[in-house]
């Protein structure tokens, strides 16, 4: 069975640093590519960042871009987003996500989410 | 690529026929996904590639359109259905989401 479970969400404060992270099982975790979805509260989905099983290519929404790092440890079956610079907008529901085939970035299986609040 | 969805929200009974829109502002080829997601859960994929079933979804869901305008059509609504609805192209790797249809009880 496909499992994500996300961690590290928190309150920071702006300008501050956060990193989560994802960790998967029920799955060769370097045939897929993974991808972070958030959600601020009673508002709608958001794509943030997507990155291929081997790590190489990464990709970013421009709300995040410069900011927002995305990464993964596939020794450890980890996917991780490293947050800086955060500001109030940034505050959501994070979801980490995998795409349904290997390669695929439509999104079969999700994590509960972690979630990020951002204040002073 | 934006992509807007109408209606923003739905009133339909239950056996209804329910269309919701999703358009891109630019060609997208076929590269569009459907979502259906419920308070307080992750969203669940319905539709991709357009018009694919994803395993396990029921057939009263389909999906059509390529380019800019896409339809995502639940041939006789349940219960179950009254959620949230989704689209999100998935075209130049920024994978952008529609804004959302809330379907609820008439």
């Known amino acids: 069975e496909v499992q994500l479970l996300e961690s590290g969400g928190g309150l920071v404060q702006p300008g501050g640093s956060l990193r989560l992270s994802c960790a998967a099982s029920?799955?060769?975790?370097?045939?897929?590519?993974m991808t972070w979805v958030r959600q601020a509260p009673g508002k709608g989905l958001e794509w943030v960042s997507g990155?291929?099983?081997?790590?190489?290519?990464?990709y970013y929404a421009d709300s995040v871009k410069g900011r927002f790092t995305v990464s993964r440890d596939n020794s450890k079956n980890t996917l991780y987003l490293q947050m800086n610079s955060l500001r109030a907008e940034d505050a959501a529901i994070y979801y980490c996500?995998?795409?349904?085939?290997?390669?695929?970035?439509?999104?079969?299986?999700w994590g509960q989410g972690t979630l990020v609040t951002v204040s002073s | 690529i934006q992509l807007t969805q109408s209606p923003s929200s739905l009133s339909a009974s239950v056996g209804d026929r329910v269309t919701i829109t999703c358009r891109a502002s630019q060609g997208i080829s076929s590269y569009l996904a459907w979502y259906q997601q419920k308070p307080g859960k992750a969203p669940k994929l319905l539709i991709y590639a357009a018009s694919t079933l994803q395993s396990g979804v029921p057939s009263r869901f389909s999906g059509s359109g390529s380019g800019t305008d896409f339809t995502l059509t639940i041939s006789s609504l349940q219960p179950e259905d009254f959620a949230t609805y989704y689209c999100q192209h998935l075209y130049n790797y920024v994978f952008t989401f529609g804004p959302g249809t809330k379907v609820d009880i008439k």
């Open positions: 029920g799955f060769t975790f370097s045939n897929y590519a």
């Open positions: 996500a995998r795409g349904y085939s290997s390669g695929s970035y439509y999104l079969q299986h």
């Open positions: 990155i291929s099983g081997s790590g190489g290519n990464t």
